[in-house]
């Protein structure tokens, strides 16, 4: 969505209420990960989710080809790869400081419509972006620094070992 004046369509609203459901489940993640394993965390979400997909799945459903077979096995296997380092991630550190980094699928988003679809982001696309990442920035060294995390990281020889 961009700002302005626009009217909102149902797309939009669909995106919105995505955005809703995303951080109602990273909320989920960081309650479960005092209790929950992340590599459980991942396993009954695939055993909840693969059911359920079926259902709409089966109204469309065609035989994919061994071609698609090796995209969707390597996609499912990068998938459930981050799901399981971003719910690790969630477990042993803050929110304010694991989400930051999530918004790097901007530039990784950008980049490869750039260089895969030869789409070249226009001027909202960057102011867009620019204030997103700087905001989430700005707001995990606020939290930090209310935190008392000020301090910086030191890792000892003693401690490598």
């Known amino acids: 969505m961009r700002p302005g004046l626009q009217i909102i369509t149902p797309e939009a609203l669909y995106i919105l ?29 695939a055993l909840f989710l693969t059911p359920l997909s079926l259902i ?36 042993v550190s803050d929110v304010t400081a694991v989400l930051p980094f999530d918004y790097c699928r901007l530039i990784f988003a950008a980049s490869i419509g750039l260089f895969m ?15 997103i990442f700087s905001s989430t920035i700005y707001i995990a060294n606020r939290e930090s620094k209310k935190a008392g995390n000020t301090s910086k990281i030191k890792i000892s020889t003693e401690e490598v070992r």
């Open 17 to 45: 209420i995505g955005a809703i459901f995303v951080a109602g489940g990273f909320m989920l993640v960081k309650i479960l990960s005092k209790t929950e394993s992340p590599t459980t965390m991942v396993l009954f979400m």
């Open 117 to 131: 679809f030869n789409e070249m982001p226009d001027m909202w696309t960057w102011i867009g972006g620019s204030i």
């Open 56 to 91: 709409p799945a089966l109204f469309v459903w065609v035989w994919p080809s061994t071609e698609a077979w090796i995209w969707l096995i390597m996609v499912g296997t990068t998938a459930t790869c981050g799901h399981l380092l971003f719910n690790r991630a969630f477990a």
